[in-house]
Structures are given as C-alpha cells and as structure tokens.
C-alpha cells in the first residue's frame, strides 16, 4: 500500500510575512486536528493553497521548503485566482446554492473558467506527488473536479471524496448552470461522503436526474465504476477540549467570567459571520424572550461571538450592519445601570478563551439556518465537565441527527426558539445531565479520529469491491478461448432475454420492436445447425409471435408461461390460473390514477406496472409502495411480486424463466450452454445453468452470471463475434468482464 495524499483548498497552517520573514503556525481547525494523525505516518503528504499569494518564485522555493519539512506541498495561486475561484466560485455560486440561499448566487463566466483551472493546478500537484498504490482524499466543495480530472489520468487510482457542507436538493442544485460537470468531476471519486444522509441522498438524486447512471440504493454506476455515496459524521477532538478545562489558563479565564457574571446566567453564541448560521433570527429571539418575560432582566445575558469572514463582500458588509444595529438596538431599550442583556465580540478567540466560555455558560444556542455539521456543538458538550448545561440546537444543522438530545429546534420559528430558551433555562439539574451525559457519549466515541478510520476503511473496502468485480477483464485471450469453445460444441443451447439485452429501452414497449441488424444476427446463429436459440421474455406470446415467428427459433414469454418451440404451438404452463388478477387490477389502476405516465400491462398469467415514462424519483417511490402492498395481497395466493428495469409485475410463483430454461436443458445433452439477460428475473436462468455454462449480465450490476457486459449493443456484437469468423478485440468492439 502506497502513501496517503490529502488535498483541500487550506494547509493545515497559517503563513505570515514578517518584513520577509514568512513563519508558520500549525491551524487549529477541525480538519487539520482530525487529519494530523495521516498526514504525518509514514511518508503521506497534504496538499493545499498555503493561504497567502506569494508570487515570487525565490519566496515559493523557500515557503516550499519550509512547509516539506512538514510533509505539506503547497499549490500557488494568483489573487486573481484566489478572487475568481475561491471567493467567486465557491462562495458567490457553491456556497449559497449548497446553503438553499440561492438569491445570494452570482452565476458568472469567468469564475467557472477560474474553478476549472484550478482544480487543473490542484490535479498537477496531485500528479507530481502521486505514485503507483496511493491513496487520495479530496476535501470539500472548493476541489469538486478534481476527482474526475484524476480519475481520466490515473484511471486505477484510488479517491476518495468528503463534503464538509451540505448538499442541496435536486431543485436547487440544477440552478447552477455548470452542474453535470460538477457531478462529472465528484463521479471520479470511488467513495464520496457527506455529513448526513440527506446530503448523501440529494447527491444520487441529482447524478441520477442529471447524468447518465445506474443506481441503487447508496451504490452508482458510473462509467464501468461502482461509486458508493455514504454519510460519516465529522466529529471532534473530544479529549483536547476535555483536558482543556483543566489548564491553568482556562481556569483563569473561567474565574473571571463566573466573577463577571456572578448573578446572571450566561447564554453563550460562537459563529462565524455568515447568512447561513441564523444570526438575526437568534437575536430576534433573545430579544422576543425579554420583550414577553421582564422577570429576565437583569438575569440573563447573551454572550455573543462572532468570527470575522469575508466582510469585505455586499451580503456579510451589511449583514455585520444588520448585527450592530440589532445589538446595539437590544442594549440601549433593556440595559439597566448594572447590567446589559448582550455582549457581543466581532473577532476571533483563542482556544483557552473558548474553552473557557463553553465551561462557563449554562446555554449554548447553535441555532444555523443550514450547516454541514457545526461542530460548536460538540465542543461545548465535550467541555461540560460536570456533565450540566443545555444545547439548543437547529434542525438544519447535521449534528442534529446524532444530538437528539438537544433542544431540537426550527431556526425559521422565532417563537418556538423563544420557548427553547425558557425550556432550557427551567430545565431541572437532572434532566440537563441526563441529556447532556447521552449527548457526551455520542461526541466522546465518535470523535474526529473515528470519522477518519471509517472513511478511509470504507475507501479501502470499495476499492476491493470494485477489484472483486472487476479482477478478471477478458482478455483477447480468454475471449478467444469462449469463442473456441463455441466453434468446437457440437450442440448449443443459446438463451437470449429481449428488452435491454437486445433491443434497447423505449418509453413506449411497442416501439422496442426488432431492426435489420437484430434479424441477421439471430437469422445467423438459427441457421447454424449445432445452434438452438431460445428467446425468454417477459413479452406476451402475440409481441414474440408477430416478431420472430418467422425464425427457426424458440420462444418463451411471459417468463415462462408460455412456451413455442420452433415453428410450432403456443403451450401454456399446466395448472396456471388468472382468476386472482380481478382482485390485483383495481389496486395496480388505483396508483397508475396517482402516477402521471405509469400504465398497467395485462398478460395471460401476470400483471406489468410500468413507470418508465413516470418522472424518476416518483417512479421509484411508487414501485416501493406497489411492492410493499401487493406482496400482503400476494402471501396466500401462491403469486410472486418482482421487481424489474422500470416495471413491478405479478404473476404466479411457478413461472419463472429459471424453470423454463431447466426444462430446454433437460431435453437434451449441450456441450455449450449460454445465457444472456439484463433483468432481475434473468438471474433466475444464470443461477439454473449448469457450472460451465457462459453466462453474461447486461449492465455492471452484481449478478450471478459469469460476465458482465456494458449494453445490448455490446450483445450484438459480441453475438456477431461469436457466430462469425472475426477474432477476439474487446478494446473496439466491446467490453465483456468476468466476475
């Protein structure tokens, strides 16, 4: 295994020039603290913006250096960069498109062509660094291309992905005009993680609705790829800030805060200046909670933090406006002589100042209108040491989903945080420490070093998901070896599904009829002699008969209810019965009435819903609903729900294709056997093949079958390779894997 490279748009330090003198400072952040542990084993490396323009080359050399002895490796950029595609793309599109502040977006030309090149800067230190075995791990929204970029360069490389802010709904992430490419660039990664599952879950909707994938569940496929999107919950250094309240200096700080506070109780607010953390909406509160509760003056004070960011920028200038006018607005209506209902602090804070802070007060207000996670939460229940205290904490914001034994509140709702603040501040000594100890629990296991062994296990573990799919590719020649086999059988038994295996998906299934090009190929593979070919199809006999009755071949429809053999009769399985659709038709009709675009297929022995002209996300929901309620119907029946590619179908549980193929084999001895199938219900024939049979699943989805092919008009031709004369060349025809 080789080394690890991490890449996010900051280094882990702070630059500062001192009259030339550029000296380094180790960052405090979360991310920093969390991912020191990789970055300095072995001989792994991080790679970042140093956070400084520095375009004199003597001067990057020496910064280059410096920051090597480190294992860091810095990408430079120009302040037209750094303006273009850090404070344009990512915080004038990204960031309030990803924080469903959309209003605030600025779609402009030239910050996209700055993020795209970039994120090329970033792929070339990549590569530089990069050797055969490594492990990259990309970091958030400012580097969304680089995977892809990777990925086309080093296509067995190793990458993972992990979005430390949310990830919108489909509805708001299609505002962004460059958004496939943007999906494109993540779609390189083989893990790409979120915060929450709803992040996770937004993510696949919008590859789904947007790009040209197969998913299922939490697992896409993408390019002969399975990517797998998960959520893992960034947590904290929860020792660090547990053995904080312990030092010396802390103490101090906690003695003259209990002395500067002594008869009041202090409601602590740390944030960084943005839109997104419900500054306003908090103070609005606060102030609601005075206006309606006097018996609180004089009693109660909001110690308010907030960090500078960007204020250089329209929307944070007159946000910070806003802020000092609402404050100052507060203190001069409720301020007494003795007494200021809000002290407010627009800087930044030492860590002991902080520490002391989330020691001292008996509230912490985390209240973000949207957040990835916000982990001023867990660092103010880490340093609770007497385990009291109460966290009010918003909805929108990630930690939600582990604290719920918080006040869990809608910051939209001034009201209902008025009243979270007078809950929390009756709530009784032992309710704040039952919470507070569960909420400890959570933060103190799933710290920010447990966040990083679960990613990169799962990194690991994908990685050897998509080498078991794909350890053995075809090669000229063991694909000559299949087609040797085939030239040598003396009898052949030859099973072909229609739908998405030879003819391609259409909305309309009486449109998906035969081509030229379909009929030669199985005119071909009939007349040879040795050959038995045997369509089996969901089809209704009437679509087989009217296509290919006219062949030398052999039908199954309707999964195997019917049965013709070449040039003969229709026969239907014994002992079938369709009295039990009476009851199923009025159930299917009654969700087709609520599914613009489903409709009801009726067959002899099944019933087909079909929703490939329905819009996905309702397509699929509903199928959920249809499978949930029609197998509580089917139980006692002897009927059988399946899913399939855009369809649910019931029918009876003795017809299935894997029975009608067992009984073609039955009949006789075949020296190759092969089958060919897209749908659920072909695993069903895969699984009755005898062990030496060819067996191939359309799509890369895991399968029973043998091998694996891309699409059905990979089918054709690896069907016209095989009945031909031609030899074996996978790189320009087709692409067949074995499993």
Request: include cysteine; glycine fraction near 6%; charge should be negative.
């Amino acid at each position: 295994m080789g080394k690890t490279i991490i890449v996010s748009n900051r280094l882990p330090v702070k630059l500062s020039d001192n009259e030339g003198e550029i000296t380094l400072t180790p960052s405090e952040g979360g991310l920093a603290t969390g991912l020191g542990s990789i970055y300095r084993e072995k001989n792994n490396i991080w790679i970042g913006w140093p956070g400084m323009e520095i375009s004199d080359e003597d001067a990057q050399r020496k910064v280059s250096r410096e920051l090597d002895k480190q294992d860091l490796k810095p990408v430079f950029l120009t302040q037209e960069e750094i303006n273009h595609y850090y404070e344009g793309f990512s915080n004038e599109i990204l960031w309030p498109v990803f924080h469903y502040m959309p209003t605030y977006a600025r779609y402009h030309q030239p910050y996209w062509d700055y993020y795209y090149s970039v994120n090329q800067k970033f792929r070339d230190a990549v590569l530089q660094n990069m050797e055969p075995g490594d492990i990259v791990w990309v970091h958030d929204y400012q580097l969304m291309l680089l995977p892809g970029m990777l990925r086309a360069v080093v296509p067995e490389a190793t990458i993972g992905f992990f979005q430390h802010i949310p990830f919108p709904s489909y509805e708001l992430f299609r505002m962004i005009p460059w958004r496939v490419e943007l999906l494109d660039g993540l779609l390189g990664a083989d893990l790409i993680g979120f915060h929450t599952f709803d992040d996770a879950r937004h993510f696949v909707s919008a590859a789904r609705r947007l790009t040209p994938v197969i998913s299922s569940s939490n697992e896409i496929s993408y390019n002969n790829r399975n990517i797998i999107v998960d959520s893992f919950p960034m947590g904290i250094d929860s020792q660090k800030f547990r053995e904080l309240t312990n030092k010396p200096l802390v103490r101090e700080y906690i003695a003259e805060l209990n002395k500067s506070f002594e008869n009041t109780r202090l409601i602590l607010s740390i944030d960084r200046l943005d839109y997104s953390k419900g500054i306003l909406q908090r103070l609005k509160a606060f102030e609601l909670l005075l206006q309606l509760n006097p018996e609180y003056i004089g009693n109660i004070v909001l110690y308010m933090i907030v960090v500078p960011s960007r204020d250089n920028v329209r929307q944070y200038k007159e946000l910070l406006d806003e802020i000092d006018k609402f404050v100052g607005g507060i203190n001069a209506r409720y301020r007494t002589m003795t007494w200021q209902p809000v002290f407010y602090f627009y800087r930044a804070l030492p860590v002991e100042e902080l520490s002391a802070l989330y020691a001292t007060a008996e509230i912490c207000l985390v209240t973000p209108m949207r957040d990835g996670m916000n982990l001023v939460c867990k660092e103010f229940i880490a340093s609770r040491e007497h385990d009291d205290g109460v966290l009010i904490l918003s909805e929108m914001a990630g930690a939600s989903k582990e604290l719920s034994d918080a006040i869990i509140v809608n910051p939209n709702n001034i009201h209902a945080l008025m009243q979270a603040i007078e809950e929390a501040l009756d709530m009784p000594l032992a309710e704040q420490k039952r919470r507070m100890q569960l909420m400890k629990e959570i933060v103190m296991k799933f710290n920010v070093s447990h966040w990083v062994k679960l990613f990169m296990a799962r990194l690991k573990e994908v990685k050897q998901m998509q080498l078991s799919m794909f350890a053995k590719h075809i090669s000229e020649t063991s694909g000559n070896n299949i087609k040797h086999l085939y030239a040598h059988a003396e009898s052949r038994l030859i099973f072909l599904d229609y739908d998405g295996t030879l003819v391609g998906f259409t909305a309309d299934i009486e449109m998906a009829a035969p081509d030229e090009e379909l009929y030669r190929i199985l005119q071909k593979l009939a007349e040879d002699a040795a050959n038995r070919v045997v369509i089996v199809s969901g089809r209704n006999p009437e679509f087989l008969e009217k296509w290919f009755g006219s062949l030398h071949i052999d039908m199954v429809a309707e999964h195997g209810a019917w049965t013709k053999i070449a040039h003969g009769e229709w026969q239907s399985l014994p002992g079938l019965s369709a009295q039990w659709k009476k009851d199923f038709f009025p159930v299917l009709e009654s969700f087709t009435d609520r599914t613009p675009g489903a409709f009801i297929e009726e067959k002899d022995f099944s019933l087909v819903w079909h929703y490939r002209k329905v819009e996905e996300s309702l397509g699929e929901l509903r199928s959920n609903e249809i499978m949930s309620t029609l197998r509580y119907l089917a139980e006692d029946k002897g009927l059988q729900v399946l899913p399939g590619n855009k369809v649910v179908e019931v029918k009876n549980v003795e017809i299935n294709k894997g029975k009608a193929a067992l009984s073609f084999l039955q009949e006789g001895a075949y020296d190759f056997n092969m089958a060919i199938g897209d749908d659920h219900t072909d695993e069903d024939i895969f699984k009755a093949m005898p062990s030496p049979a060819v067996t191939i699943k359309v799509g890369s989805q895991v399968s029973a079958a043998r091998y694996s092919i891309n699409d059905y008009r990979e089918v054709r031709k690896f069907l016209k390779f095989l009945a031909g004369n031609n030899l074996f060349n996978a790189p320009q025809d087709f692409a067949v894997r074995e499993k």
